[in-house]
């Protein structure tokens, strides 16, 4: 049951770090937080990201690794009241959109 509210409180606080900072941060990129897991040592984070409008989600996927320090600053000074440390994050992009997608298109023929 922690490990759940630890998840949705890094998913609301990591959205809001993304809708905000995305000018400064991500080029102005829209990017959702779908889902996170956290480790049952709460050390490591695995954040999935989709990226909406994006041509390469590979590229995107490496601009927001590059700020990683800057998202988890950001998350810690957020959350550091409610976590003893602010866990490693790891961001994977999320495609079940497009995988939904796929199934959608392959179902109307």
Same mark, same amino acid.
Not at 61 to 84: F, H, P, S
Not at 86 to 107: C, G, M, N, R, S
């Given at each position: 049951?922690?490990?759940?509210?630890? #998840?949705s *409180? %890094?998913k !609301?606080e *990591?959205?809001i770090i993304f809708q905000?900072?995305?000018r400064? %941060? =991500?080029? @102005?990129k829209?990017?959702? &937080?779908?889902? &996170?897991r956290?480790?049952?040592d *709460? @050390?490591?984070?695995?954040? /999935?990201l989709? =990226?909406?409008?994006s041509?390469d +989600?590979?590229?995107? %996927?490496?601009m927001?690794e590059?700020? #990683?320090w800057?998202?988890?600053? !950001?998350l810690g000074? !957020? &959350? @550091?009241?409610?976590l003893?440390r602010v866990?490693? %994050?790891q961001?994977f992009?999320?495609?079940? *959109?497009? /995988?939904l997608?796929?199934i959608d298109?392959a179902l +109307?023929?």
């Amino acid at each position: 049951i922690r490990q759940e509210k630890i #998840n949705s *409180l %890094l998913k !609301k606080e *990591l959205a809001i770090i993304f809708q905000r900072e995305s000018r400064n %941060l =991500f080029e @102005g990129k829209f990017i959702t &937080v779908t889902h &996170v897991r956290i480790s049952s040592d *709460l @050390g490591v984070a695995k954040a /999935y990201l989709s =990226f909406m409008a994006s041509k390469d +989600k590979d590229a995107d %996927l490496k601009m927001v690794e590059v700020q #990683n320090w800057k998202v988890r600053k !950001k998350l810690g000074e !957020k &959350v @550091g009241k409610q976590l003893r440390r602010v866990p490693e %994050l790891q961001f994977f992009v999320d495609d079940t *959109l497009d /995988y939904l997608d796929k199934i959608d298109e392959a179902l +109307k023929k």
